[in-house]
């Protein structure tokens, strides 16, 4: 198989004039009729098409945050195609939601892992259809039955003569035959790239030498450059500004009000940066300005002894608690968290009379050309969408507020601007994991085992407060992976309080499934250390309704050794817990040092992806969500004080580095079912496995994020 | 007044303010955007260059003092983009989002030119002020092994 990406990097390259030198993702019109009509071009649907040299280009609608879409996307269209590795190019899709929604969710907009998940089949049907086509094309051309042709990597053959044509021999003819609606797919073992070892990501090569082209490296001739001063205290609102300074410092062109606050428009960053800081501006804080971390969390306690929304219920739970057995109960808190994307949030737009034009590194293609149309007052066919790699996402970049800010700058100063978020901006006007305060309850019996589960969740629904869901229900953001843990136990009662404060939330890698995982897994390893078992076997036994959750639990155990001596002041922590389609279990193998300092020795992790596509990237994605979950579990916290976030930049705000993280090793056990996510599905246990190891080693339960050192230092 | 800097091995007059970090200057004057802002404050070393060969952060870095010295950033670290670690970071498919990792090559190189075999002990010391959000940590640690092979071996 030729897997060499030289191809793609010429491809990757190409088209890149408007843009200045450097990687610039392929960018592709709409397909229309005059597209179909091309010369010697066979594009038989949107996702690929072929020329007369044999050269594949595929469009990939998924945008590329590091989760490998950009390589996964091809190797299933041309698994199905089966097309020569070697002769891919890759394109980065427009926003077109005619052609290029997700069709599970009908928008063209990106989380939720939901990129292979729901367009495997219709990706493969795109190829198998091409193929199918090419296979007429060469039966018309030899006169043969088509039932006598076979294909391999970018050629159609025909055994019993011998003949051979080359895939961009069959253009021409095969771009006059009709596309098949229901083409026959590949059998599993007929793959020649879809689960493969050995495919080397196609945006590698350009990531390793500095031709990648992201949001913040995009040129636009006459471009300026903005910065633009928020209110420190969320919903407050610009009341007035001197522009005086800012004005006379020099490079800075304009100083206009946006809806995010006072942009600051330069010929370049620096002095945009120094305009911003020459600014005055007079804010009305608003209705936030007094919020507090202290104030939350007290109001989510009092809140918490007031009955919630029934999110699940079976049996009776409260009448078990009350029939006199004994009762463990434990409150759980979590903080804030912000994405913290290496890339600061950015984007650069062009208003023009009519039309715009927005080079952006976005999750929401749809939505953020919606959003642009609406702003500049133009059709929504008339934004055109540039979608540039992205530094990170983790759900932060499919929010509008920096479409927003270059969309509105553009328009007010009449000129292409790209606006750039400082670090600072960052951390400090996120849309934040959400703070939840939890009460549990369980009723055990002389075994200790759980007759009744009891849990209350008090938080703000993110759905809710977008607009997404109505106020009064359930958010199933807040309540996921909490109603659905997979514990067989006779009586269940999930309840959830909703208390918005106005802090704006969004969508954190795993999103509720990031604490909910947390909570239910520390809750039951708190269960199985009560009744004297192994919190491993505890699981095991309730676990007889869940058996993909089983599955990776026992895979995870026997590839962590769980139950085998380990080096003194060392213990492990187990967890489990599906999320966004997939099945994770990790083992996690702990010590703490005398100051309380938590150390992560290593991590095992099996995951239950249904089909694994892309073997390699499967492991990048375990081994990213474990680092990017210990960030969290051990560090992520933000803190509101007056209605303003008290963190600002990675001394306060800290990650993991280097020193800290540990070896994950990664096990995929192959269930055989259809694909589920893994972006996120990554995340949810490792923390609770860290804690229940924590648990093992000092006798002390984590119950509040970001662990404490301070409850582990050893007098 | 411009300031003369060689990057890459080109002289260049970089027309920017004395006080202008190295960072911008690089992408928006010079125009190599391979070089990255993050966090403007030396904390996560995305914008990793090598002046006169020695590793700094260039969000912190004055362009006046590069004044007269070399720069060399990562579209200048091999010619063909070839260096050892640039072909070991393949191998061992190493990026995910890649925004971090110009910065993290910059500081292998320093630390493989000053340590031609480095410990684990010593790719934690020069890599402690690069962060990687989508946590590549144990793939940047296993490519900076396999070049500091591979050059050892002469197989560049």
Known sequence: ?715 | MAIPVTINGRQQQLDVPNEMPLLWAIREAAGLTGTKYACGVAQCGACTVHLDGQPVRACVTPTSAARGRRVTTIEGLDAKGEHPLQKAWVEEQVPQCGYCQSGQIMSAAALLAAKPSPTDADIDAAMAGNICRCGTYQRIRAAIHKAAAMKKAGTR
Not at chain 1, 77 to 90: C, P, V
Not at chain 1, 583 to 591: D, F, G, L, Q
Not at chain 1, 665 to 685: H, K, M, R, W
Request: glycine share 10%; aromatic share 6%; with cysteine.
């Open chain 1, 1 to 715: 198989m030729n897997r060499n990406p030289k191809i793609t990097r010429r491809a990757l390259l190409k088209g890149g004039a408007a843009l200045g030198a450097g990687l610039v993702i392929g960018f592709r019109l709409p397909l229309d009729a005059a597209a179909q009509q091309t010369p010697g071009v066979f594009a038989p649907n949107q996702w690929l098409k072929i020329d007369r040299d044999g050269v594949v280009t595929i469009t990939n609608s998924v945008p590329e945050m590091g989760q490998g879409a950009m390589t996964a996307t091809p190797m299933i269209i041309a698994d199905e195609l089966d097309a020569d590795w070697g002769k891919i190019r890759i394109e980065q899709a427009p926003a077109n939601p005619k052609l290029y929604a997700n069709p599970v969710t009908g928008n063209q907009a990106y989380g939720g892992s939901r990129g292979v998940r729901d367009h495997l089949e219709m990706w493969r049907k795109a190829g198998a259809a091409a193929r199918q086509m090419l296979k007429q094309a060469a039966a018309q051309e030899w006169n043969v039955p088509e039932s006598e042709l076979e294909t391999e990597p970018g050629v159609v053959i025909h055994r019993p003569s011998g003949r051979r044509l080359m895939y961009g021999q069959l253009v021409d003819k095969a771009s006059q035959l009709p596309v098949p609606q229901n083409p026959v797919l590949k059998t599993k073992d007929q793959f020649r790239y879809i689960g493969k070892e050995g495919i080397a990501r196609l945006d590698i090569p350009v990531k390793t030498d500095g031709r990648a082209v992201y949001g913040m490296d995009v040129k636009v001739p006459g471009m300026l450059i903005a910065s633009i001063e928020r209110c420190p205290v969320f919903g407050g609102k610009v009341q007035s500004f001197d522009a005086t300074a800012a004005k006379a410092v020099a490079g800075v062109r304009h100083v206009v009000q946006v809806s995010n606050g006072v942009a600051v428009v330069a010929t370049n960053f620096w002095s945009a940066l120094q305009g911003r800081r020459a600014l005055k501006v007079t804010w009305d804080e608003g209705a936030l300005a007094p919020l507090t971390s202290a104030a939350i969390s007290k109001q989510y306690e009092a809140m918490s002894r007031q009955a919630g929304q029934v999110a699940r219920n079976e049996g009776n739970a409260e009448q078990a608690l009350g029939a006199g057995g004994k009762v463990v109960e434990a409150v759980y808190q979590v903080p804030f968290l912000e994405h913290a994307c290496m890339e600061p949030m950015n984007a650069t737009a062009h208003v023009m009379p009519d039309s715009v034009t927005l080079w952006v590194p976005t999750q929401n293609p749809g939505g953020h050309q919606a959003l642009a149309a609406k702003l500049a007052g133009v059709p929504v066919e008339r934004v055109e969408v540039v979608t540039t790699l992205l530094g990170g996402g983790f759900g932060r970049r499919g929010e509008p507020d920096f479409v927003t800010d270059a969309v509105e700058t553009s328009k007010a100063v009449n000129a292409p601007v790209k606006v750039i978020w400082t670090r600072e901006d960052d951390i400090q006007h996120g849309f934040y994991r959400p703070a939840t305060y939890n009460v549990f309850k369980a009723a055990v019996d002389a075994n200790g085992q759980p007759v009744a589960w009891w849990h209350r969740i008090v938080g703000p629904g993110i759905l809710i407060q977008k607009g997404r869901a109505p106020k009064g229900t359930i958010d199933p953001a807040a309540v996921e992976g909490a109603r659905n843990h997979p514990y067989d136990i006779p009586n269940i009662r999930v309840e959830w309080v909703e208390k918005d404060f106005g802090v704006p939330i969004g969508f954190w890698r795993s999103v509720g499934s990031s604490q909910n995982a947390f909570i239910t897994e520390s809750f039951i390893d708190e269960l199985a250390h009560a009744a004297g078992k192994d919190p491993y076997e505890y699981r095991r036994a309730l676990l007889g309704k869940a058996p993909r959750h089983l599955a990776v639990l026992d895979a995870a155990a026997k590839g962590a050794g769980w139950g085998t001596p380990l080096p003194a002041g060392r213990a492990r922590g187990i967890a489990v817990a599906f999320s966004y389609g997939s099945y994770a279990a990790h083992v996690a193998e702990v010590s703490v040092a005398p100051d309380g300092g938590v150390r992560v020795h290593r991590i095992v992790c099996a995951i239950d992806c249904g089909i694994a596509v892309y073997p390699n990237q499967v492991r990048s994605q375990m081994e990213g969500g474990a680092i990017y979950a210990l960030t969290a579990a051990l560090y992520g916290k933000i803190t509101l004080d007056k209605g303003r976030v008290q963190q600002s930049n990675f001394h306060d705000y800290p990650m993991m580095r280097i020193a800290e993280a540990p070896k994950v090793e990664t096990i995929i056990v192959d269930s055989g079912q259809a694909p589920g996510g893994l972006g996120e599905p990554g995340v949810p246990p490792v923390a609770p496995a860290v804690t229940n190891a924590l648990f093992a080693l000092t006798g002390k339960r984590i119950r509040t994020l970001p662990i404490d050192r301070d409850l582990l230092k050893r007098a």
